[in-house]
């Protein structure tokens, strides 16, 4: 069947004389080939529309028994003399077989065709088949496929003008295969694009054309003047291109690297209260209803479709202790299509609610269960998260239970850390064998290079310095440190030790579940240390901006797929209106470009995020099934 299936797609390479992979995208559960490219008319010299070869499952290259290839390619890189055993392929003059291009000058005329004997086309169906006999769709179409295969100026084996054996029974059957044709690109859009690099907190890329495949993977993002290659290169036409207008730009899917999903039911009330009294009085009894399945269900969604609208594209969730509702949290996230980490929040110390807590064993023993069912349900763009509470609410036994199981599987940590003085003091109560908060976590394996923690505040030079080594990072919540009075941090000093940061809403001890609020706050925050004089200068609304989308990524450990447009990254993406017809601002005839990208910053809202994008699918607005 695997050899079947990519003959044909050799099928469709051979029809045209050249038409070669231009991308090879692979899950763990299939290998896709788009064929387009070099297909002109023999006669004009027109380009042809572009064809797009289904997908090959589980495809793997044949071992070629003959020779004579030249090197040039076929499937996904692959030469053509290995798809097929015995087997040697001449392309036609000018073409390389890899990129398509090449085709020049007038191609001889096509020798007629001729009939091949039945046996030639009765055989080499592989060990799956040992009657020899071809597939009913074979012994329709055999015949045409096989006098086709036949002719010389195709396919020639050891000097004699025929074809191989088994070679023109799987182009039969392939023939009988009718497959719509589709463009290899999911998306082409022209205009004005607005991200973060290694070298630039933002940048502005006006007149670019950006494409999208169908995996989700930008493909190309160039300046338009290469239009006309890209569209050769690529097989799309002028009308494919979505042009935005001169008020919208992309900008790279935001990243909330740290929120309560349960607590967005109280999201906007109860910041009354500092933060271990708020956690006795308001969080811990709202997130212990969190067994009942239909009241998380309710809140879980509504939590999902605000982030999601909000741009928020992904998110690391903490949910409660209870491992059912949290897997229906990682479902609901899933059939919205965000991308996220979920934990089942972990804690077996609590004397201020008792009914919210769990034994050690459950603890472990249900963690182990969330993780491993969640894996089972092989979601493209969830994963778990290991989630201590955080240092007051874990015994040292369950912290390294839970280092443990993070080492063992190789799995993401968060929690909190130093987030208000008063924690501070407990925890140096607590646990008096440590020597800071951090040297708790590293002790007990939870602090690595997939680790994310909260907050931290109050963290020391060494501290900092040990985040540094491990790779750990951290998730900068101003909101929540202004709401509940806890602290500042100074974003500054982090980066200056190569500690990495990113954003968080940190619902709902921030009350906003918006990611522009987000570097808003952060912008507060860096202004109070400069004002008082901890800092010389603040931070920019570029830098800010940065640490909301390519600083989120980097700090789950997911910059090498998402946090800006670079060609490789998944299309993780928000579309911008900035005279969207209810927007909450005014442009004026004087506002340029960058008036209205900072209006949008700062001013801005979800009525001005038209679109959002997951991975190149649209995900906001929603469809009706969801």
Not at 196 to 205: F, G, K, Q, R, V
Not at 251 to 270: C, E, K, L, N, W
Not at 587 to 615: H, P
């Amino acid at each position: 069947m695997k050899l079947w299936k990519a003959a044909a797609a050799f099928s469709s390479v051979a029809e045209v004389g050249c038409r070669a992979p231009r991308k090879c995208c692979q899950t763990p559960s299939y290998t896709s080939h788009r064929f387009q490219g070099c297909h002109r008319d023999p006669q004009t010299h027109q380009a042809l529309p572009s064809t797009f070869v289904p997908v090959v499952r589980e495809s793997a290259p044949i071992p070629a028994e003959g020779s004579g290839s030249g090197g040039r390619s076929g499937v996904g890189g692959t030469p053509l003399s290995a798809c097929f055993p015995a087997a040697s392929v001449h392309l036609p003059p000018g073409c390389n077989g890899v990129t398509g291009e090449g085709l020049s000058g007038r191609q001889p005329a096509l020798p007629p065709l001729k009939p091949v004997p039945e046996e030639k086309v009765t055989r080499g169906w592989g060990n799956s088949d040992s009657s020899g006999k071809p597939p009913p769709a074979a012994r329709r179409h055999g015949s045409a496929a096989a006098r086709w295969l036949a002719a010389p100026h195709r396919l020639r084996r050891g000097g004699a003008q025929r074809a191989p054996s088994g070679a023109a029974s799987l182009l039969a059957a392939a023939a009988a295969m009718d497959s719509p044709q589709r463009p290899p690109l999911a998306h082409v859009f022209r205009g004005t694009f607005v991200h973060s690099s290694a070298s630039a907190p933002m940048e502005i890329l006006h007149g670019h054309l950006l494409g999208v495949d169908e995996s989700g993977t930008i493909v190309f993002l160039e300046q338009t003047d290469q239009q006309e290659q890209l569209a050769r290169k690529w097989g799309f036409k002028t009308s494919d291109i979505r042009e935005l207008s001169n008020h919208e730009f992309f900008m790279p899917g935001m990243v909330d690297t740290h929120i309560h999903a349960p607590q967005y039911s109280f999201a906007g009330t109860r910041v009354d209260l500092p933060l271990l009294q708020w956690l006795t009085t308001y969080t811990f009894p709202t997130e212990a209803k969190y067994k009942d399945s239909d009241f998380a269900e309710e809140v879980y969604t509504r939590v999902v479709r605000r982030t999601l609208k909000n741009g928020t594209t992904t998110a690391c969730y903490f949910a409660t202790i209870h491992t059912d509702t949290s897997l229906l949290l990682a479902d609901i996230i899933d059939k919205f299509g965000q991308r996220a980490f979920v934990g089942k929040v972990c804690m077996d110390m609590n004397d201020s609610v008792p009914q919210y807590k769990e034994t050690t064993e459950d603890s472990v023993q249900e963690t182990e269960r969330f993780v491993k069912e969640l894996l089972e349900k092989k979601y493209p763009r969830v994963q778990p998260v290991v989630t201590p509470r955080f240092g007051p609410s874990c015994t040292e036994d369950l912290l390294c239970a839970l280092g443990d199981l993070a080492q063992a599987r190789d799995l993401h940590v968060q929690s909190h850390i130093s987030e208000n003085e008063e924690e501070l003091q407990l925890v140096e109560n607590m646990f008096p064998a440590y020597q800071n908060y951090t040297e708790l976590y590293d002790k007990n394996k939870l602090l690595t290079s997939k680790t994310v923690m909260a907050h931290a505040c109050y963290l020391s030079e060494e501290e900092l310095k040990l985040f540094s080594l491990r790779g750990a990072a951290i998730s900068h919540c101003p909101n929540s440190n202004f709401s509940l009075c806890s602290g500042v941090l100074n974003v500054q000093k982090v980066l200056r030790n190569n500690v990495k940061l990113g954003l968080g809403t940190d619902v709902a001890g921030g009350y906003s579940a918006s990611m522009l609020d987000a570097i808003r706050k952060t912008m507060i925050a860096s202004n109070s240390l400069q004002v008082n004089k901890v800092n010389e200068m603040g931070l920019t609304l570029g830098e800010a901006f940065q640490l909301a989308t390519l600083g989120g990524s980097q700090a789950l450990g997911l910059d090498d797929v998402i946090g800006n447009f670079e060609v490789g990254k998944e299309f993780d993406a928000l579309l911008i209106n900035t005279k969207a017809s209810d927007s909450p601002f005014d442009l004026f005839s004087a506002d340029n470009f960058e008036d209205a990208l900072q209006k949008f910053l700062y001013l801005g809202d979800d009525r001005n995020i038209s679109e959002v994008y997951v991975a190149g699918k649209q995900v906001v607005p929603f469809s009706s099934s969801v």
